[in-house]
């Protein structure tokens, strides 16, 4: 048993997606949980400038004495997990490889489509994951920068947002039979995403997948939470509004919860 929380970083909201199917499915972990909306969005900005922030954030919860960190973001999976789990000596988990693998098993003719940020896209992690893993399959990727701005200003059914999807996805609609959502902004869009691309097309909700990961980790090293005591204390941070942070984390979340603001 190992009752220190669980760490959770991402470049805003997005990682809450990740951190709701974590309250699902392993509801006795506590988590904690920093996002950084000041600088939102990661996808545009280059490689250093995201490491730079990724570490930043990482620094920030080992001070909250975690037991694994999360990087639910994908950009920051893309740019620099593979660096963060060398160097650290706790469980390091990203989005990207549960989401591929997911992918493959949703997809029934081949043709996966990846929808991201631009460094995300950029970076073809997804394509090359997915191609290991299955080397025949058709994958399309396209880059989404405008859907992090608006997610991240809570407009999540507007019809400026609804216009915005659908002339983004239109390069995929038709194409694929299974989206992967690659950034984890991206499933506060879904319905709407979903009603774009069709009711055939499979979503994928790569945050979501990675909660499987995180629940077979924390078996493998036996640090789950104790199931007795009280119920956990989860805390949430943002290097922006903790009010606007807290209107989008409660309505996604479900509940009540304390946001605190914080600067890096």
């Not at 199917?21 to 000041?38: F, K, W």
């Not at 919860?61 to 160097?87: D, G, H, P, R």
Request: net charge negative; aromatic share 6%; hydrophobic share 40%.
């Amino acid at each position: 048993m190992d009752n220190r929380p669980i760490g959770f970083l991402d470049s805003g909201v997005g990682g809450l997606t990740v951190v709701r199917e974590l309250m699902r499915q392993l509801p006795h972990e506590e988590v904690i949980y920093i996002g950084d909306s000041a600088r939102a969005p990661y996808g545009p900005r280059p490689a250093d400038q995201i490491r730079e922030y990724t570490w930043q954030l990482v620094q920030f919860l080992l001070t909250k004495n975690v037991k694994m960190i999360v990087l639910a973001c994908n950009t920051a999976t893309a740019v620099v997990w593979e660096e963060i789990k060398e160097k650290l000596d706790i469980p390091v988990l990203g989005v990207i490889l549960p989401g591929a693998s997911a992918a493959i098993k949703a997809s029934q003719h081949g043709t996966i489509g990846i929808i991201g940020t631009p460094m995300t896209i950029q970076s073809d992690i997804y394509r090359q994951k997915i191609e290991r893993l299955l080397p025949e399959v058709e994958v399309t990727s396209l880059s989404c920068p405008k859907f992090v701005p608006l997610v991240e200003s809570n407009e999540l059914s507007s019809s400026i947002t609804k216009k915005v999807v659908y002339e983004s996805l239109m390069p995929l609609k038709g194409r694929v039979d299974t989206l992967v959502l690659g950034c984890t902004h991206y499933p506060l869009l879904k319905p709407i995403i979903q009603n774009v691309m069709g009711p055939t097309v499979k979503l994928i909700d790569s945050g979501a997948e990675c909660v499987r990961d995180i629940s077979v980790l924390l078996n493998y090293f036996e640090i789950n939470h104790s199931r007795e005591g009280e119920l956990p204390q989860h805390r949430f941070f943002t290097t922006a509004n903790a009010k606007s942070f807290a209107e989008i984390a409660e309505t996604w979340l479900n509940k009540e919860i304390n946001v605190e603001h914080v600067t890096l």
